[in-house]
């Protein structure tokens, strides 16, 4: 079946632009994760989405940052003013559980953003 | 906070050689650990998980991995690697609280085979 898709998959913006990430979770998963993965490190947890509901967004680094997931089912991850710093790949996840199951959580291939 | 780490940054083997990739995590309650894998250009998929029970879990590709709670290690293992096993290998620890169900990852370990 279809696994977690993401687009783009790369996007150029220049300093100051805003962009948009799109996240199509498998169908049916409650959860949805937003990571953000900087050059040579591991993914760091922005927020997390339990249907529509945005749980946690403890891992935003700003203000700048956005979610939603209007209909709990696709996500939208918006960076607004993009700065240099925020070049990284963002990872979205999905998961069919919530709390206390496996809650193992299945990645898209990530949207790679450069700033310039 | 829970943190993990991964001390190897880049480790290199030949071809049917063993592997073991190392994981060190701080969790303050029984973590729920687990190992993805990332191939270029690739999003990470899970090669195995603990949550509880028997602590030898089998994964996928001939992958395994033992949870020592004395050591606070989480260690993967291969007996012998394949040269489609070269990838980034990522250990992440789990947790609940505020609704929420987030991974904590390490960096990484990088894996190089020698044909």
């Known amino acids: 079946g279809a696994g977690v898709s993401q687009s783009p998959r790369y996007k150029v913006a220049k300093r100051g632009q805003d962009v948009a990430l799109r996240c199509d979770p498998i169908s049916g998963h409650v959860s949805l994760f937003w990571y953000q993965q900087a050059l040579g490190q591991g993914p760091e947890f922005l927020t997390y989405?339990?249907?529509?509901?945005?749980?946690?967004k403890s891992g935003l680094p700003s203000d700048r940052f956005f979610a939603e997931r209007p209909e709990g089912s696709v996500s939208t991850l918006k960076i607004q003013r993009t700065q240099q710093e925020d070049s990284a790949v963002y990872l979205c996840?999905?998961?069919?559980?919530?709390?206390?199951?496996?809650?193992?959580?299945?990645f898209g291939p990530g949207t790679r953003l450069t700033v310039t | 906070a829970q943190s993990v780490t991964q001390p190897d940054i880049h480790i290199t083997v030949s071809e049917g050689a063993s592997l073991e990739l190392r994981c060190n995590y701080s969790?303050?309650?029984?973590?729920?650990l687990f190992w993805y894998v990332q191939s270029p250009g690739q999003g990470l998929q899970l090669l195995l998980k603990y949550f509880s029970g028997d602590t030898l879990v089998q994964g996928i590709k001939g992958f395994e991995a033992e949870f020592k709670r004395s050591q606070s290690s989480f260690n993967l293992r291969k007996p012998s690697v394949h040269w489609s096993d070269a990838a980034e290998y990522f250990c992440?620890?789990?947790?609940?609280?505020?609704?929420?169900?987030?991974?904590?990852f390490g960096k990484g370990t990088k894996l190089s085979v020698i044909p």
């Open positions: 996840a999905s998961s069919p559980n919530i709390a206390g199951v496996s809650y193992e959580q299945y």
């Open positions: 969790y303050g309650a029984t973590p729920y």
């Open positions: 989405f339990q249907n529509e509901a945005q749980l946690d």
């Open positions: 992440a620890v789990g947790r609940s609280g505020a609704g929420s169900y987030q991974l904590t």
